[in-house]
């Protein structure tokens, strides 16, 4: 057996110092000085096979130097542990096996291997998981590697660095060729492509020009650019994502709870199960059947017992697969907000919609217009007046149609009716500019339009002029993301929009969407995802995807709460459980996937370690499973399931 187990540890270090050799940059300086406290105590102990017989002294000092070598940190846990009143962790289990076994070779002037061995596996364990935790870390530090060291900007007619948060609104900064993006703003001049693999998980390089906007966290790739800033650093993109990717871990999932609190019941129950089988068979056997105590076979089979019981392998296994859910995720621009949010998004079978700017792309083109007298192109500009002081996607498309600058000193009396549309005075005139619950407000008789869109109705001074049909353009892989949803078991799909029944039908035929509800107030988007989930049909949890700042309360009351990242609103992004960097609502399917693939890994990892050690205690306890066998199965069970946890680091999709 000493054979065996020599073997086995030479076996662990030459595979670890291949990983230290290969791999340098992954090694941190905690885990070379464990690796060297491993090498000198291995080849020690190997030493001591091929010296001559020693007297019984000196052949224990040598052996103890070893194990102080190996284990003296874990001796120290231990005592800092009682010291602070919290006993039961698995140094305390290890400290106590160990030295009890040294204690029973003492007394027995036995073997000191079998105590050492024990210690010296539990650390090559230790090393693995280091190592393990280590690399998903740095994986995901590099993948999230966004936030700025500096900003140029102009000072006197130089250039000045100075930290991204002394930068203010409206500040102009200086971008060269690769250098990040410190703050998100607007191109004043320039050309460039921009790199935005870390942001979305995208390696297409995304060109940009004067008047376009720019996130920070990007890198510029060819050419200088001027930006004028319109968030202070603490409000850019790259810190809310660096601040949702920090405190992912602050937000626990049930099974992680469930592994905290077992570890707290379990360890103290094992160390009294422990002393109980070192004491009671041995009473037993003197009391009640008049033997021999055997007190050295019973404490043997104890301390057997103490180190099968270490619950390592699910302590450290269960939230190393969230962690490395999480950074997977990253890697493919989904940001996850904690490992709560990934256990629920792998219950969902309902996934229900906003249609503008998450199905589609939101930008809206004028493709008709219907008129009565007036001139096409007037009509066009009173409605694009009109609409002047809204945000709304449908009010920029008439802006850009227009193709003139606004003149603010020919409107006035501008008035916005939540759900229905504008009214305004424009030169003078009342003009108002909505759909057909406007016209029907005002009592203004209007004509149906038969095509599909938006439907703009204008009116002037109480006169029906004529309207504006507007239609949105669907993204190129929503098609594609409905089918991927339902081929991850996604049981229903359902799309709220506020524009009317033709349109919302015609972009849920495209789109083979389950459920379409129109002519929708965002007051109204939150009471019809209320009673889905009230519905007592609904199987598995919901989620709600989508971008703008009314989406915000829909996004909160949802199970789930998925905000498209790159043209959402902070609000929406800051309700939101889940963010998709590049808003490829394709990325919905794959955060599902890998949602289950984790879960997947964390039952696997669960079975395996308590079936394990169940079937060693039982062996231990009956003196079938001696020590050798007890590290084996607790460090092999380790080492297998942070290997099978750190599997969700690699997503295909």
């Not at 002294?57 to 800092?80: C, E, P, S, T």
């Not at 008129?371 to 500009?381: D, G, P, T």
């Not at 890998?594 to 039952?603: D, E, Q, T």
């Not at 169940?614 to 399931?641: E, K, P, Q, S």
């Amino acid at each position: 057996m000493q054979e065996i187990i020599i073997s086995s540890v030479l076996g662990l270090v030459v595979l670890m110092s291949a990983i230290v050799r290969f791999g340098v940059s992954d090694t941190s300086r905690r885990q070379k000085t464990m690796m060297t406290r491993i090498l000198i105590s291995s080849s020690m102990m190997l030493g001591l096979q091929f010296v001559p017989p020693l007297s019984y002294l000196v052949r224990f000092g040598l052996y103890f130097i070893v194990y102080l070598i190996i284990g003296y940190d874990i001796l120290r846990k231990a005592i800092k542990g009682i010291l602070n009143r919290q006993v039961f962790d698995e140094n305390f289990l290890m400290a106590v096996a160990t030295i009890g076994a040294m204690t029973l070779a003492v007394y027995e002037n036995g073997d000191y291997i079998e105590a050492i061995a024990v210690m010296l596996f539990y650390q090559i364990g230790e090393w693995f998981q280091s190592y393990a935790v280590g690399k998903s870390r740095r994986n995901i530090s590099e993948l999230m590697d966004i936030r700025p060291d500096y900003a140029n900007i102009e000072r006197d007619g130089k250039l000045v660095r100075i930290d991204p948060a002394e930068v203010k609104i409206g500040d102009t900064i200086v971008i060269h060729p690769g250098e990040k993006v410190p703050l998100d703003g607007i191109i004043l001049s320039g050309n460039s492509s921009l790199n935005t693999c870390s942001l979305t998980g995208e390696s297409m390089p995304r060109t940009v020009a004067s008047g376009d906007e720019v996130i920070s966290g990007c890198i510029n790739m060819t050419g200088m650019i001027k930006v004028k800033t319109t968030k202070d650093f603490g409000e850019s993109t790259v810190s809310k994502i660096l601040d949702l990717v920090e405190n992912a871990s602050g937000n626990k999932s049930k099974s992680e709870n469930f592994i905290s609190k077992f570890a707290r019941i379990y360890t103290p129950a094992v160390c009294y199960a422990a002393l109980s089988l070192a004491i009671l068979p041995p009473l037993v056997r003197i009391i009640a059947m008049g033997l021999s105590p055997d007190w050295g076979v019973w404490i043997y089979r104890a301390l057997t017992f103490l180190v099968i019981s270490c619950p390592c392998a699910l302590v450290i296994s269960i939230p190393l697969s969230f962690f490395a859910g999480i950074g997977g995720a990253s890697h493919k621009g989904i940001l996850i907000k904690g490992s709560n949010y990934l256990e629920i998004l792998s219950r969902v079978r309902t996934v229900v919609f906003d249609k503008t700017g998450t199905l589609t792309q939101g930008v809206f083109v004028v493709n008709a217009v219907h008129h009565n007298i007036r001139a096409e192109q007037k009509l066009i500009e009173y409605a694009a007046l009109a609409e002047s002081a809204s945000s709304h996607p449908v009010a920029k498309s008439l802006q850009c149609a227009y193709g003139c600058s606004i003149d603010r000193s020919r409107i006035s009396d501008i008035q916005e009716i939540s759900g229905h549309g504008i009214i305004a005075t424009v030169d003078g005139m009342t003009v108002a500019a909505g759909n057909d619950k406007l016209m029907k407000k005002l009592k203004i008789t209007y004509c149906d339009c038969h095509n599909t869109g938006t439907i703009i109705h204008m009116a002037i001074n109480g006169k029906y002029e004529g309207h504006i049909v507007i239609s949105d353009v669907i993204k190129p892989t929503s098609s594609q993301a409905i089918a991927e949803l339902r081929a991850n078991g996604i049981k229903q799909t359902v799309m709220l929009t506020g524009d009317g029944i033709r349109v919302a039908n015609a972009v849920a035929k495209e789109l083979s969407i389950d459920k379409v509800y129109s002519n929708l107030l965002p007051a109204d988007k939150v009471e019809i995802v209320e009673k889905l989930m009230t519905d007592k049909n609904r199987v598995g949890k919901l989620a709600f995807v989508g971008d703008g700042i009314n989406d915000a309360p829909v996004l909160s009351r949802a199970d789930i709460g998925i905000a498209m990242g790159t043209c959402g609103s902070d609000a929406a992004i800051e309700a939101a459980d889940i963010v998709i960097m590049d808003d490829d609502p394709l990325k919905i399917a794959t955060a599902i996937q890998i949602s289950k693939k984790c879960l997947r890994i964390v039952y696997q990892n669960i079975v395996l370690a308590l079936g394990v050690k169940a079937a060693c205690l039982i062996l231990g306890a009956f003196g079938i499973a001696n020590m050798y066998m007890a590290i084996f199965a607790d460090v092999g069970v380790m080492i297998l399931a942070i290997l099978n946890a750190i599997r969700c680091l690699f997503i295909k999709k």
